[in-house]
Structures are given as structure tokens and as C-alpha cells.
């Protein structure tokens, strides 16, 4: 039995995660290895969901070995999406840009490895630069306890400039020489198992989920399960868009046949049994909004709709997170393009709608303008957090209670009886309420409702939609098209 297991373990390829402070170089560093380049696909240049991408490096020997990267992204809003690829990962690569040094989010990358005790190399990014300071580097990652070769301590590091690729062969072989000391195995005969990088919904084909196989071989046709989400691999893609029959383990792979969307960093297995039967946070792919909510102008009502889970993830966490004197209610947060069931639930709740790389249907974009909808979309948290903050920036307006759109003027002999007829279209016009008389969209006058009739009888209010008489008193002269405004 003991050799039966022994035949089964196989040597697989390292998975490893490149970390580090926004804009040091990270996709950059890909983009080099891969020979491809990923930073223009990347709005901003910045990386803002995870991916995973496959190289082949070959050795001085000869030898072709296969390397997995996992891309996180670096703004500080991405902590728990770099944290999952550090969990996922062999090995980590700690960019460090050699005329800046170490930056909050290099500290905090710093702090994930070390929690996850995840083994790191260090690459000190930029060399080429004439700023470039790589003892002031090694001298602030000691002050962080992060002790390098020759500094008293056993993490490597290799200088190098991922713009015009010095040291980055010594990096490879760095990688794969660290990742050989794991001695990295997988159970070829074990259940299919690994991590949810990504989930998101494609208008054409539905549930797209991006994985890391760990171990066993995962095959089109298996049931595969997660805490929250369970499903049958119909279609089974690597990260170049090609369809395959198995993976084995190492290999990035995209699946189609989930029923709903897992979470980002759950666990998957093809196995039901190995998988805990404690149920984590679902992620909804559908809107559930309340059909009508009164407006209140110290809150502004939210309804966000992200590309993918990830990034759901993250733009929920920042505005919900946002600081105002307004509060922010968040009505519903899902996965998937803005269509027209979240710009009804806008009219209703009186929302903004809040889109995070994703799009907005024409017919929807449509609706939206017709009623004044406010739809905020951007690929670009920095762009997204700025719009909402402008909002809630916004002066605090007295609330509207009621308004009568003048269709009629009856009698004017005196001002302080000026008899009126109009249409409530907005909201409740009241008995003895003071008022604003508005035209053009300027107020031009105040004055005081003294007396309100509907159908010819005295009464106390007459609601949206109704027509009525109304005695004002004021001073300035009611005309045909203004507007009587409580507040």
C-alpha cells in the first residue's frame, strides 16, 4: 500500500504570487516574463482583479520548467484579494522599487506572508533607474524584520529591472531552486482540489469561475462543489482561452457549470464529502430591492453592480466604508452588468447605481436618463470612490414635501388672495403650509396656502397626481407654468 501511494505522488510545477506597493512594477514584471503585455488590457495600468498566468522558464541545463503567477492586485482597497492569493501561492515575490523602498502596501504585503508563513523572494524592481537606492532597500526590509542573505538572514532577493528584463532569468532560477526545497507534490489518484481565483458572469456563456488546482486531476464531467456553490464542469478552459479535457494540478483553469457564483477564496473539491458543510456568504448574482423607499436627503441609497465577486468584494467594502456626514445605505450589491431591474429599483428607492467594471445596457442607460437616474460606472476604483464621494459632498437640500404645477389662474384682484388651479405632481400640497413660488426653476416669491379645495370641497391635502383650487396669500403674482413648492 505504502508504494501504491508513493507511485501516486507526482512533482508539480510552483504556483507563485507577485506582491508588493501599487505601481513598483508588479504587472510589469509579468508582462516581461510573459512576453506579453498586460498592463495596457488593465485600466489605468493597474491590476484590479486577480489573474493567473502559465510560463514555460528554461534552465541553464536545458530543462523547460512550467511557473504559475498569480497577479494581486496593489491598491490598499485589495487587502483581502491579496491575501487569498498569498494562500493560494507556493512561493511569493516581493516587489520592492528600488528609488521608493518599502510603501504602506509592501508593509502589509509583508505582514500576509508572514501570517500566511508563506516563503518569500524579494525582487528590488528598477535598478535602471539613476534614483535607484537598492542598500537603502535592503536597510528598510531589515528595519521590517525581513533579514535578506548576507544580512543576516536566509530570504533571497535579486535586483532587477522588469522594464528591460535585467535579472530576470536569476529571478526564475531563484524561483524554481526556492520552490525544489518545498519538494511540491500532488495525489494523482486524490480528488480534484484548489481555490476560487475569480467568479463572474459572461452575457454569453454565464458563470465564468477561475481556479488553482492543488491536487489530483481535475476532468470535464466531474461534480465540483465549494461552501456556497456547487455544479458539473461542462467546459473546462487554461488561461490562454483553450479548451482542455484535464487539468492537472498547478494549471490555472477556468470552468463553466457552476449553478451560482462561489466565493473568491473558498476552497473547491470534487469531492462533496472534504468540502465543510458550514455555509460561507453567498454571492448574489440577482437584485432582491425593497418595490418603494421614502427619500431622506441625510442618506444616499446605493445599489452596486460589479463585473466580477472580486471586485463586488472590494467596491462594497470602500463605500460602504466612505466617510460622510451623509449616511450610506447600500440596498443591494450583486454580480453582473446594470439592466433595467436595478434602474426600477433606483426610480423607486430614489438610488445611485453604482457599476464596477461592468457595463450598462442601452435600453437601461435609456431608462435611466428618462428618470433622472444616476448611474456611476468606472474600471477604476480611484475614479469610482472619487464620483460617490463628490455626491456625498454634495449640500444637504431641504426635503421637497409637495409641488403644484399652476395650470390656471382664476383671480388676482388681490395678491393676498390670488385663487389658483393647478396639479400636484410631486409628493402632498397641505393647508396653511408656507411655500415657494417657482419659475424657471428659480424661486421669485413666498407666500401661504390659506385655503385648498378639491372637487369643490374644503380640505386639509390633496396628494400626487390630483388636481386642485388653492387661495394663496403673497405678495408676488402667480402666473400660468409656476411652480408651488412646500418644503
Known sequence: MADNAKENMKFRSPIVVIMGHVDHGKTTLLDYIRKTNVASREAGGITQAIGAYEINHKLKSGENRRITFIDTPGHEAFTKMRSRGAQAADLAILVVAAEESLKPQTKEAIKILNDTKTTFIVAINKVDKPEANVEKVKN???????????????????????????????????????????????????????????????????????????NGILKTGSEICTQSAKGKVKIMENFLGERMSEAIPSAPVLIIGFEKLPAVGEEFCTDAEKISPEKSKEVKIASNLPAQLDEDENHVHLIIKAGDAG????????????????EIVVLDESVGDIGDAEIKAAIASKAVVVGFKNRVTKTSRALAEIHKVKILTSDIIYELIKSVEEILAAPIAAALRGRLEVLAVFNQQKLQKQLVGGKVV?????????LEIRREGKVVGLGKITNLQSQKADV????????????VNSSFAIAVGDELVIK
Open 140 to 214: 528598510d526590509l531589515t528595519a521590517e524584520g525581513v533579514l535578506l542573505e548576507g544580512y543576516g538572514g536566509s530570504v533571497s532577493f535579486q535586483p532587477i529591472s522588469a522594464k528591460t528584463g535585467q535579472g530576470i532569468e536569476e529571478l526564475l532560477d531563484l524561483i524554481l531552486l526556492a520552490t525544489d526545497l518545498e519538494n511540491l507534490t500532488y495525489d494523482s489518484v486524490a480528488p480534484a482540489s484548489g481555490y476560487i481565483v475569480e467568479a463572474k458572469i459572461d452575457p454569453r456563456r454565464g458563470l465564468e469561475v477561475s481556479v488553482i488546482l492543488k
Open 311 to 326: 471586485s463586488l468584494e472590494v467596491a462594497s467594502a470602500i463605500l460602504r466604508n466612505l466617510k460622510s456626514e451623509k
Open 426 to 434: 410631486e409628493g402632498n400640497l397641505r393647508n396653511r403650509a408656507q
Open 460 to 471: 386639509d391635502q390633496v396628494s400626487e397626481g390630483k388636481e386642485c383650487g388653492v387661495v
